[in-house]
């Protein structure tokens, strides 16, 4: 079986399923069903989202296992959680400790300069 996406490959739309089957019994359905909201992320943002969920939300578990940063988890996880259809809270500024650590990981090269900015509050 192939897994389902929400997003019409060809022009970018929302699908609709229009047949349900029960691989047991046989019995099926057709009209046009709604797919959940997890549906509506790409394949690698479900593929964070599932490895979060595995880590319990633990974000340094989720830096090992992806082998990225604290602000790649966090941006990543916004953006996850935008697809959903859910607005982020707005974060306060990160304390003075923080920011350097964001600098720092910006000069290793290990995010980008807008994750930088973005994590910084736009300074």
Request: proline share 4%; aromatic share 6%.
């Amino acid at each position: 079986m192939y897994p389902v996406t929400g997003k019409c490959p060809h022009c970018g739309s929302d699908l609709v399923v229009t047949g349900l089957l029960c691989r047991s019994c046989g019995s099926s359905m057709e009209g046009q069903f709604a797919l959940g909201r997890f549906d509506r992320l790409t394949p690698e943002q479900l593929l964070f989202v599932e490895t979060f969920v595995r880590c319990e939300g633990k974000i340094t578990r989720v830096e090992a296992e992806l082998g990225v940063s604290y602000p790649t988890v966090r941006n990543r996880l916004t953006e996850a959680i935008r697809a959903l259809g859910y607005e982020c809270s707005e974060e306060e500024r990160l304390p003075r400790k923080d920011r350097k650590s964001v600098l720092e990981e910006l000069s290793r090269g290990d995010i980008t300069a807008e994750d930088a900015i973005e994590l910084l509050g736009g300074v």
